[in-house]
């Protein structure tokens, strides 16, 4: 421990307070001088009781007696929400968050958007079935539906470690990267994040440019439930286009026009897109 | 005659605070003037004389000089910055309010640093701030704090801090008490309303904590 015993004397000694906004807050302090208490009317002061009653019931019913929060959505539902000042959550279909805030802990089953204020000295521990993201400040998409075979962060921006609760390994992602933590035991992955396609159910946006048109593919399945598979002389067939809101027919005739490919139905959900070339780089 | 202020200190024993008169002389010079226009930095005592003698300007002398220290001594036992600077500036109210049956004994940093740690004390008391996070383990509390340190540290001094900040609760109040504010382990006992012998316990395991974080670091 020795070594470190001049930084353990330095033990917060980098932080400055500011001492003129200080000063001004003592200031108001020692002008806040006790005033006269007013007498209310005695009707008033019991509007007031039953008020304060009612409200202490409600917050009874919707906040767990510990501060406990829970928070679920239904299929087609998202929900947003400000579970504390700086800590804003959008919850996607089907998920369900559990906040606790003596522990500074979340719990997540589904996928939510997380846009966090920094707060350097209360970090943020979000946990899903099995992964955990240590947070400090940032905005990021965590994903961990259990029909899916990994847990996903897709950052934003800011930074998080991103551990796996089986192998205690973790990673840090950093702002515009994509970190999957597979559930078979195949570690985890990290990536460029996926062009916004990850904020797709919340922002109805995601472009890809000049990506190959497997990874287009893929995150098609991930938002309409349809199987497209294309032969492979196409699959790295670099591809731009944006999901905008866009059916997934018109998606189709849109490929089909820049690969000059056809789509026909495989499968009981599916296409398969064959013929065609990879369009020319302009 | 040497004119005495008194101050009072806070010493926290259960649910109530007591104060405990202590005196300490004051020079004469230090009351030459009401308005005081200093050539060379005041001392403590020039500037408790001049509390007296002209309140406004005195406290905000006592403040500027004495504030960022105390803070950054608070800090240590409450960790958040706005709460530390808010218990802060109750020190210097308290001092502004008791100003005129202030007697004092020991020096000002004393009083200050005494007071601070009484008032961070009795808000983690009373806001059961140092009863949170003990369940955890060595091996959780190992992977929790090398991923705050390693998404804070710039340095190997932030990367200290946010091990020492990750100490499960009641075991870095007892470390920072022992290591910062010099207290024995008797006197943490007494001042946490625990036995010496879990005073004891906490220390080996936030000195085994840290050692456990900052091998890790290093291999």
Known sequence: MDPFGKYISGYKSAYQPQVDRGLQRLHEKMGRTPSEPRRASSR?????V???????LLAWFFWLRDGTQIHATQEGETLPLVLEEGLE?????SSSLEFFPAEDRLLLHGEAYFRIEPRPARPLLIETPHTQVQVLGTAFNLRARSRELFTEVEMEHGSVVFVDKNSRDSTVLNALQRGRCWKDGKGMTVEPASHGSAHYWRTGQARFLHQPLQLVLREMERH?????EAADHLLNCPVTITFSGSRSSDILRILERILDAEATPAGTKGYLLRGGACPREE | MDVKVFFYFYLVKESEIILEPVAEAIPRSAHRSECYMPSQPPTDDELLALLQRAPE??????FRKHYAWLCQRIIRLVKEPALAEDLAQDVFLELWKKREQLRIQASIPAYLARAGRNKALNYLRDHRMDQQ??????????VEAQAVAQLQARDLQDRVDA????????????FVLSRFEDLSNREIAQQLGIAEKTVE???NKALRLMRAGLDSYFS
Request: hydrophobic content about 55%; proline content about 2%; overall charge negative.
């Open chain 1, 89 to 93: 959550v959008v919850l996607n279909e």
């Open chain 2, 57 to 62: 300007q005195g406290i905000d002398l006592l």
């Open chain 1, 224 to 228: 309409y439930d349809l199987e497209v």
């Open chain 2, 133 to 142: 996070r003990e369940e955890l383990t060595d091996e959780r509390w190992l």
């Open chain 2, 201 to 203: 316990n906490q220390m």
């Open chain 1, 44 to 48: 008033l002061w019991w509007m007031g």
């Open chain 1, 50 to 56: 039953i008020a304060v009653l009612i409200l202490a």
């Open chain 2, 163 to 174: 091990l020492l900040d990750s100490l499960p609760d009641r075991c870095r109040l007892v």
